[in-house]
């Protein structure tokens, strides 16, 4: 496809639960970022890749959030015992380089409810 | 204080006006800025992006940067009815790794 693809779309989860959000960004596309947005608000940062290496996770709330991209592609974000205050629309974008032009091309997200 | 500040609105117009958006930031290192408009349950969009102070013109969308003062607006002439969405400022700076630090977003509805 020729945009950022997130999958799934939504996803419903119970507390406690483990869950993974997948984001396949734009062919040639080194670098990949993570956001989360909640409602009424603008995106939060939360961890951003240059090829497979994790070059800035400050965003990240606390260590029950993971993120990977093994090959410099996909990237999965991965959230251990979920709380209900994680639901949230989770945005993935990525961006040609972390240089000058650093304009990042956002997914639709994916909709996390935790009941 | 947040970093990036947009009043969250919302706004609404009628078709044909003039709307005007507007952020302030308080980080001195931001050095590049951005418009997104977000429609209801997508992604956000760019709409515009500038490196510098200044306005900038895309067909009827004008993003204008006020280094120092710190300010960023978007105008939009003649307004459609699809116009209607959130738009979100966004800046960052070389020092600021890849990450884009948002407002809260502006939700804009014009009225036929």
């Known amino acids: 496809g020729a945009g950022v693809s997130q999958t799934p779309s939504n996803k419903v989860t119970e507390k406690g639960k483990y869950v993974e959000l997948r984001c396949d960004p734009i062919s040639g596309h080194t670098a990949l970022y993570w956001y989360r947005q909640s409602l009424g608000q603008g995106p939060e940062f939360l961890i951003y890749?240059?090829?497979?290496?994790?070059?800035?996770d400050s965003g990240l709330p606390n260590d029950r959030f993971f993120a990977v991209r093994p090959e410099g592609s996909v990237s999965t974000l991965k959230i251990q015992r979920t709380e209900r205050g994680d639901s949230a629309v989770y945005l993935c974008?990525?961006?040609?380089?972390?240089?000058?032009?650093?304009?990042?091309?956002f997914g639709a997200g994916t909709r996390l409810s935790v009941l | 204080q947040k970093e990036v500040e947009q009043d969250p609105g919302p706004l609404s117009v009628p078709e044909g006006a003039i709307v005007s958006l507007n952020c302030t930031y308080s980080n001195s290192a931001f050095q590049y800025f951005m418009w997104y408009r977000q429609y209801s349950r997508k992604g956000p969009e760019l709409l515009m992006y500038t490196y510098s102070s200044g306005n900038k013109e895309d067909g009827r969308f004008t993003a204008q940067v006020d280094k120092s003062s710190k300010y960023i607006s978007l105008f939009i002439r003649d307004s459609q009815p699809s116009d209607s969405a959130t738009y979100l400022c966004?800046?960052?700076?070389?020092?600021?790794?890849?990450?884009?630090?948002f407002g809260q977003g502006t939700e804009l509805s014009v009225k036929p």
């Open positions: 974008a990525s961006s040609l380089n972390q240089g000058r032009g650093n304009i990042q091309y």
């Open positions: 966004a800046s960052g700076g070389y020092n600021q790794g890849g990450k884009l630090i």
């Open positions: 890749f240059q090829g497979t290496g994790a070059a800035d």
